[in-house]
């Protein structure tokens, strides 16, 4: 393949080798259609395909958000109801899903299978070209919203009330029960007004219901064309055969003009205040958040997109970066946040947390002399070297955390393709690191300070006002407003909106035609190999320490995990080990000051985390690291700084993390109900439950809420003497060092033997049925139980839960129900879990929870086929890890007792799953179903709806 060449229907337009990927870089263009295609041609067995849109919102009805969810659910060669689930049903796929973003919209697929490869682009390029949902308005309706009159009756009378529902409806309900997310949006309105950027592309619950199928479709119409896509392939494809593929959709198009042009914002400025919901007894003292934005530069010009970054860390970047600090030290607020991103014009943020209404100016003020002296006086030279160095080792280590790195190089390609820039470029990043090393001695981050934030007129203020009221007040008048819009409906309207809301359940409770399931391309048995992916690890005891080798495919980078046994601590010794790893690396040591060593983690290490672990048997401080192999003797003795040397005597520092810890804790309970739901009801049944539920839980925000900061500094330094010890010590080391450095890991930590027995933990109170109140107008609803004692697990259990969360689960709680997201798990050491998200009546979900037995049984004795099931449990087995999270794994794996011969096993089990086998699993279900224990984290409704036993709220209390 050379550039001028054609194959089906795409001509090559050039290639251009990306030596930092390393990778080629195929550019082509379908002669007929027009549509775009990069191909970053490298060796990764696990391929990655995306149809990119550039899609404009007008308004805030989420129509962007809301196609992106509909066009999934039947199209017009695979005419079932949601072909999205029945590929999450069937495929080995290590990605699927589909992403909104503030101007496009995108949908990408991954599998390392070549045949379920090309199935998932077959079914996904259909689906978006070829939908149903343009002809038929009900998956609008079940995905968007609808309207629902629900009958009741008091005291003898008959009443009616009329109510929304839908998917993206719930889902964006939750999103802004969010105030930085509602600070956000309000912030771009200002920086954006009448703007594509000014707009909410997910959709404002106020403005969804404003959504009617005639702008629906027109908005397919007009941006879902090939003329306005970009598409996307990474990774060993067979190119003949994806191209083909390709130009099988592709080919009946011919080129069209797409008005998708986005505007240039020339700069305006505005301020404004907003109110934001917090809970009836949450004390509203000190609890103004101030959102400055700015918007600059262009997405191409990418030195100044990178400098942005950069100095956000540098005025930031700890407590001890001088922004943050001149407002802590201040005592003005808690939090100082500094973030950047990039459209086609780059946004900075500067957000300041938890200010007194009386300090908001002062607060400001501050903040603008503190940027100004900082660009007179300038950055620490050092300071900024080692920034480049942190962010150059992350663009090398190509870590995407929990996705794929075919879906990482995704999202950087798109960076600037979508505005007419060259999709390679966000690939050369030694360049552009180079270029701002050579001008650090020029003073061009100074420079760039100052037209970011200082002397840059398009510049927008927002402040957050916190409300026990607001919340309320907005139910009651929505309350009003539906009630006096049914009240205004003649008997006809009202007899319209039931009927449509009847034939919505009944689609929705409609099953497929056999011979259109059919149609969907699946994987069976026979294609998945028994053998599963191998790990290979070494395990070996060097001076008496255990030391775990995985054998991972890493590039000039290794990776050490630290593991220190945590037996013996008391139970305040045990719950503060969290902020203990917050405080580490955060505050100064013996050696060095704050702002010092946060130069020297930067210039030295890729990656440094610390964080309190549960294990089945033991739980363990887990310190994790990061560095080029040749620091590695640089970056052992950094971290035994860190865990040996830190210095607690700073009680205002303390203070101060605490602060921050607290309050980021409150906020991920209101983004991430689920979890601590799910954890809060696990901690009735085992040892690991409860102990995960102190560390991580809803009783660690309580504990963070009543923790002393000065009498926590005064005990550090003693605890992590008695932690920080080699008899404590599990080594872990990907194997492109030598085993020989776990000697001088070992020999680093000092000998200190303590008590290690196991000591008994209790959580007064816990209940079984709980609910914890936070402001949000939905709820998560969270389960937990532990198998039959006599019931030991069995590969059939991956896929019993497969088949109750994307078929039972997913037309119950979110199809029919309206929740975004709700799932089903057990762990091979028996536990089960539930879960809802965001989640309109979790009341109606447990109820689904307590038939899942049935549900599971119903499906052993129908006629329903098993192996699309199989195929997808081992599609969860054999996630992508990144060598990072590659030798987690492998260490995890340890710590817990198993073995790859367990996983072997559990994966033969698992395709050998019968009917009968289910039916067991059923009767484990049912057996346990009354045992089982429930945590509500909701808005109050939500939560009073589910009966608990006891109620509590998240926040704090006050006045």
Not at 467 to 477: F, L, M, V
Request: with cysteine.
């Amino acid at each position: 393949m050379k550039p001028g060449d054609v194959l089906h229907g795409f001509k090559v337009e050039g290639v251009q080798e990306l030596d930092e990927v390393p990778a080629k870089m195929w550019r082509m263009t379908h002669v007929k259609s027009g549509a775009d295609l990069a191909w970053l041609d490298r060796a990764d067995d696990n391929k990655t395909f995306c149809i990119a849109f550039k899609t404009v919102p007008s308004d805030d009805t989420g129509v962007a958000h809301i196609m992106e969810h509909s066009v999934l659910c039947g199209s017009e060669k695979y005419p079932v109801k949601e072909p999205f689930v029945d590929l999450l049903k069937s495929s080995l796929q290590t990605f699927l899903n589909a992403l909104t973003g503030a101007d496009k919209t995108y949908y990408p697929v991954s599998s390392r299978n070549d045949k379920d490869f090309l199935n998932l682009m077959d079914v996904y390029l259909d689906a978006v070209l070829h939908p149903l949902s343009v002809k038929n308005p009900l998956a609008l309706a079940q995905e968007g919203w609808h309207w629902e009159i629900a009958e009741t009756e008091k005291d003898g009378k008959k009443s009616e009330t009329l109510s929304r529902n839908g998917v993206v409806y719930s889902e964006m309900k939750g999103v802004f029960a969010d105030p930085d997310d509602v600070g956000c949006l309000e912030t771009m309105r200002l920086l954006f007004p009448n703007h594509c950027y000014g707009f909410e592309s997910g959709g404002d619950p106020a403005s969804i219901p404003d959504l009617t199928f005639e702008k629906y479709k027109d908005f397919h119409a007009r941006f879902y064309h090939p003329s306005n896509a970009r598409i996307f392939l990474d990774g060993r494809i067979d190119a003949d055969a994806t191209l083909a593929k390709l130009d099988s959709y592709l080919a009946p198009y011919d080129r069209a003009p797409v008005a998708s042009d986005i505007p240039w914002q020339k700069p305006v400025s505005g301020k404004k205040t907003v109110p934001y919901e917090i809970g009836p007894d949450e004390d509203p003292a000190n609890k103004f958040i101030l959102m400055d934005g700015w918007a600059f530069g262009r997405y191409d010009d990418r030195e100044r997109m990178l400098a942005a970054g950069v100095i956000g860390d540098l005025l930031a970047g700890s407590n001890a970066s001088p922004l943050k600090k001149a407002l802590l030290d201040a005592g003005l607020c808690e939090d100082v946040d500094v973030d950047d991103f990039a459209y086609q014009q780059g946004i900075a943020f500067i957000t300041i947390r938890n200010v007194a209404e009386a300090n908001v100016q002062k607060a400001r003020a501050l903040m603008r002399e503190t940027l100004a002296k900082v660009a007179k006086e300038g950055f620490d030279r050092a300071q900024i070297e080692a920034t480049l160095n942190r962010l150059e080792f992350g663009a090398r280590e190509k870590d995407p955390g929990r996705y794929t790195r075919g879906l990482a190089f995704l999202h950087a390609a798109l960076e600037g393709w979508c505005y007419g820039g060259d999709p390679a470029e966000s690939f050369r990043y030694k360049k552009l690191f180079g270029a701002l090393r050579a001008k650090i001695a020029t003073g061009a981050f100074e420079r760039h300070l100052k037209e970011i934030f200082i002397d840059n007129p398009h510049h927008a203020e927002v402040t957050l006002a916190p409300s026990k009221t607001i919340g309320e007040d907005r139910r009651r008048a929505d309350e009003k407003a539906l009630a006096e819009k049914l009240a205004g409906w003649s008997e006809s309207e009202k007899a319209r909106v039931k009927e449509d809301a009847a034939k919505l359940k009944a689609f929705q409770k409609s099953a497929d035609k056999p011979e259109d399931v059919a149609k969907i391309p699946t994987l069976s048995r026979a294609d998945v190999p028994v053998k599963g992916r191998e790990i290979v690890r070494e395990i070996a005891m060097v001076d008496g320490v255990e030391v775990v080798r995985p054998k991972v495919d890493v590039d000039g980078i290794f990776y050490l995990e630290l593991h220190f046994d945590l037996a013996g601590l008391t139970q305040e010794e045990f719950q503060s080990l969290p902020l203990l790893a917050t405080l580490l690396g955060e505050l100064g040591t013996a050696k060095r000051d704050a702002l010092a060593l946060k130069t020297a983690v930067d210039g030295t290490l890729g990656r440094f985390a610390a964080s309190a672990r549960v294990f089945r048997e033991r739980d363990t401080f887990a310190v994790c690291a990061s560095a080029l192999t040749e620091k590695r003797a640089e970056a052992l003795a950094l971290v035994r700084e860190i865990l040996l040397d830190t210095s607690f005597a700073p009680v205002k520092d303390v203070e101060d993390l605490l602060k921050q810890a607290r309050q980021d804790a409150e906020r991920d309970v209101a983004n991430d109900g689920r979890t601590y739901a799910m954890r809060r009801a696990a901690a009735r049944f085992t040892r690991s439950g409860l102990r995960s539920e102190l560390l991580d839980g809803l009783a660690q925000v309580r504990w963070l809420q009543g923790a002393d900061a000065a009498a926590l500094a005064d005990r550090y330094g003693a605890l992590a003497r008695k932690v920080f010890s080699r008899e404590r010590l599990t080594i872990g080391v990907s194997d492109n060092v030598p085993l020989d450095f776990a000697r001088s890991v070992v020999a680093a930590f000092p000998s200190n033997p303590t008590s290690r027995g196991e000591t008994a933990y209790r959580i007064d109170g816990l209940s079984d049925n709980e609910g914890w109140v936070i402001p949000a107008a939905i709820g998560f609803a969270g389960r937990a139980g532990v198998l039959p004692a006599d019931v030991k697990y069995h590969g059939s259990f991956a896929v019993a839960t497969r088949i109750l969360s994307l078929d039972y689960l997913w037309n119950e709680i979110r199809v029919l129900g309206g929740a975004y997201g709700m799932g089903v798990s057990v762990t091979p050491f028996g536990d089960v879990n539930c879960f809802t998200y965001r989640d309109p009546t979790p009341a109606r979900s447990y109820e689904k929870f307590a038939a899942m037995g049935a549900a599971l049984r119903k499906f052993a004795d129908s006629d329903q086929p098993l192996d699309k099931y199989v195929v997808s449990a081992i599609g969860k087995m054999d996630p992508y890890l990144s060598p990072r999270l590659e030798v987690a794994r492998a260490v995890g794996m340890h710590l817990n007792g198993r073995t790859p011969a367990d996983e072997q096993r559990e994966r033969e089990e698992t395709l050998a799953t019968t009917k009968d086998d289910l039916r067991k699993v059923a009767d484990a279900f049912d057996r346990m179903a009354g045992s089982c224990a429930a945590c509500t984290v909701g808005g109050k409704d939500s939560v009073a709806a589910c009966k608990p036993a006891k109620t509590e709220s998240v926040a704090k209390t006050g006045k």
